[in-house]
Every structure is written in C-alpha cells, then in structure tokens.
C-alpha cells in the first residue's frame, strides 16, 4: 500500500460508528448498484447494501466489473447518501482491502 498509487476496491467494511448504520428507516433486503463519494481520491465505486431491521448491516462491492472504482487507498471513508441507502441518514463504511489490475 505504501507509495502505491491508489486501486480498485476489493471489499468494504460498515462503520462502526453509532449512525453509520443508517439509523433506521430502511426497508429490510438488499440495495443494489448504489454510487457513493470519498474523503479520498477514488472514484467510480458503486455498492450493494444489506438492509436487515431497517439499517444496513452489510455493505459489498457491486458484482459489475466497472463498479469496483479506482484511485482509492485502504482505510478512504465510504458514504452512500440517504437518498440512494433509502435508510434515514447516510450509511458510512471503509476500504477494507484493495485490488491492483494494472
């Protein structure tokens, strides 16, 4: 990772935060192909979201081979809005791990 230039998502992890769950309001199944932004550089990444008790409980890259992004780092803050969770405020999660195709 160090000195590396940023890659496509590989898999993201929910924030534990209190709030980063959506706090509610969801309808329980999944959401899919949903875009989000960064606190870093990457672009281009959409997501499936798990709603289970009207929050989300999981949050995984889109199956879509161009869904994965590029320009991210491990660690970049995810947030999918609340408009696309359909939860009551915006779900955060985290890049868990990365992969290189170039």
Known sequence: E???AGAAVASITLGTATG???TG???NGTVDNKATTTDGNGSGLKVDLTIG???CTAIAVDADA???GD???I???ITI???DSGTSTAVVGYVASLEYEN
């Open 66 to 68: 161009a869904a994965d």
């Open 2 to 4: 160090l000195g590396r």
């Open 25 to 27: 309001g969801g309808s």
């Open 20 to 22: 980063d769950n959506g």
């Open 71 to 73: 320009g991210y780092r």
């Open 53 to 55: 008790g009207n929050v």
């Open 81 to 83: 809005a609340a408009s």
């Open 75 to 77: 660690g970049d803050k």
